[in-house]
């Protein structure tokens, strides 16, 4: 069976080293993000060979908790100051590179994320089978400003748990840290959180930038996580984690 490496396999914070412009730049535009269609993806010079791996993330939670403002965040998008509910499906697709410290390998991450409001869950019954149809992974989503949202994390992740489901990886985060005066959620019932579920919560909230510092954190956590579920699955079956390798002309 092939040893599984611990999560921890990639370089933190690599978007700050120097080696790794040449992958950023592909994504960034005018010190801005790029936006990527469902077709499109990063173009790397005729020499490098990309290995790009697909995963499928949706995000959960309560309506209100700024799942389309995390999603437009991740992805560079600008998104409206002014809450009102996500109307079906709305699907966003992020790159994302990373690189192994055990051999060096560069990888990009597209990672395909699903946002759906809630009225539409309830309204409609194939709403939901076609969110977890492939699933990769789940953001669940609460907010600080929110006490209900947070404690509603205990309905949704056993949800998500079944066996149905598979080996799904899971990331929690918490929005609108920055509002600290309205803050709801104290970081002691954080940690208890933690140590009950073994889950990672990571924090969102503040102005966004034109860098990459205020979504590296989460999207490197998603990146780790995937990529250690792969190797899991890979070496129960003997195989090599899913990937795609394409030189980009």
Known sequence: MARVPPPGSFIPDWHRCKESKEYFN????????????????PVMPPHAAVDTVHYKIFISGKSGVGKTALTARLAGLNFPNVHHETTGIQTTVVYWPAKLI????????????????????????HVLPSCKEQ??????????????????????????TESSHGCLAKVVVGTKFDLFMHCDVAEKDVRMFQETWRLPVLRSGGEVSDGLGDVAPILNCLAENLWHQDCVRAGAAGQHPQQESVTLL
Request: aromatic share 16%.
């Open 26 to 41: 592909k994504i960034m535009h005018k010190k801005k993000r790029k936006n990527f269609g469902l077709l499109e993806s």
């Open 102 to 125: 055990e051999n060096g390998r560069v990888l990009f991450f597209r990672l395909q994320l699903w946002d759906c409001g809630e009225s539409a869950l309830r309204r409609f019954d």
């Open 135 to 160: 699933v990769d992974a789940v953001l669940f989503l609460f907010s600080f400003t929110d006490r209900t949202s947070f404690e509603d994390l205990l309905n949704q992740i056993p949800k998500w």
